[in-house]
């Protein structure tokens, strides 16, 4: 690993100055991510600026029934808060799929949002990688791209993103708060992440130094009925091949609401806004959790190795959805 300087920001405006005044800056959260892709020589921080210590690691119910959640809260601690398992068991799901025990420890709410992709080219500083050297090339597009994207890729980059916390965080209309060199502001998590197109090494709408400060999640009492279901090669530490998180909300057997979202499929988090679209109103049937499935998945573009993500994607819906109807 190339050597860096560290610094320690008396608070969240001195940590946003010394990344605004330094080129090759990074913040260091639980590190589970970034220093592996240091080791690796793919990012190359001259300075990182750590902000574990600032007092960001709240949890806080709120006067509304919202939650909102501190960038530094670590995966394992918001796993196991009541409120979580009780008003988002989705929420909980999702970070206990993650990972292993000991990184879950150590990783953070905002860290986590901004994990790299795990595409392999990406980790290859030998291969090229339009995210990784822009204008090098994409070596996964006609290489072994089985974990990678089939909707809303690019020539450039078909990568997905790695993170099952984001994906229950989609399905339940968060609302990230980051600061920059501007003050405080609030980004929907819709609108935190970017597609590819030409330029797949900006991963997210925000600017350069901006630092997540925390996540809220708004009221949504039907989350009490809410799960997230991951598919991977192996029962653990593994990264998806198919997830899906979802709410449902019924009246009698009739969807009054529905929430979903999709990991391992796309360079974001997927919202299915058009499988939600055809469920709601109409009553519940795994037939009718097959179709919604099938209208989210109508624009896919496998690649060469990935066409099992479509039936697999559908059918974790159907088993999520019919779980949660019978529960
Ligand atoms: Fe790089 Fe994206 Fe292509 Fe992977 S899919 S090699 S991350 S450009």
Aim: proline share 6%; aromatic share 4%.
């Amino acid at each position: 690993m190339r050597p860096f300087r560290y610094h320690r920001p008396a608070d969240v405006a001195d940590a946003v100055a010394v990344l605004a005044g330094e080129p090759h800056a990074a913040y260091l959260g639980g590190g589970t991510n970034l220093v592996d892709l240091m080791k690796l020589g793919v990012q190359r921080p001259e300075l990182l600026v750590d902000v574990t210590r600032l007092p960001l690691d709240a949890v806080q119910e709120l006067p509304d029934g919202g939650l909102r959640i501190g960038a530094t809260v670590r995966n394992s601690d918001l796993a196991a808060r009541p409120a979580v398992r009780r008003d988002y068991p989705v929420l909980a799901r999702a970070l206990l799929a993650a990972a292993s025990g000991q990184l879950r420890n150590l990783a953070t709410t905002g860290g986590n949002l901004l994990q790299r992709t795990r595409c392999v080219y990406f980790q290859d500083t030998g291969k090229a990688c339009n995210k990784r050297d822009p204008g090098s090339g994409c070596a996964a597009l006609h290489g072994q791209n089985r974990d990678l994207a089939v909707l809303d890729w690019s020539e450039q980059c078909v990568a997905t993103h790695p993170s099952d916390l984001a994906v229950a965080l989609a399905a339940l209309d968060a609302v990230v708060e980051v600061h920059d060199a501007d003050g405080a502001r609030d980004v929907p998590l819709a609108a935190l992440y970017r597609s590819p197109g030409t330029h797949p090494e900006r991963e997210t709408t925000l600017a350069r130094g901006t630092l997540i400060t925390a996540v809220r999640l708004p009221a949504l009492p039907a989350a009490r009925r809410s799960a997230y279901l991951k598919v991977r090669d192996r029962a653990s530490f593994a990264f998806a091949a198919g997830s899906v998180a979802a709410v449902l909300d019924l009246d009698g057997d009739v969807v009054r609401d529905v929430r979903l979202a999709y990991g391992a499929v796309a360079h974001r988090p997927w919202r299915a806004y058009r499988a939600e679209e055809e469920l709601r109103g109409r009553p519940f049937s795994p037939e009718l959790a097959a179709r919604a499935a099938d209208a989210e998945l109508a624009e896919a573009r496998p690649l060469r190795h990935n066409g099992f993500k479509l039936p697999l994607t559908r059918a974790i819906t159907v088993r999520v959805l019919t779980e949660l109807a019978s529960s």
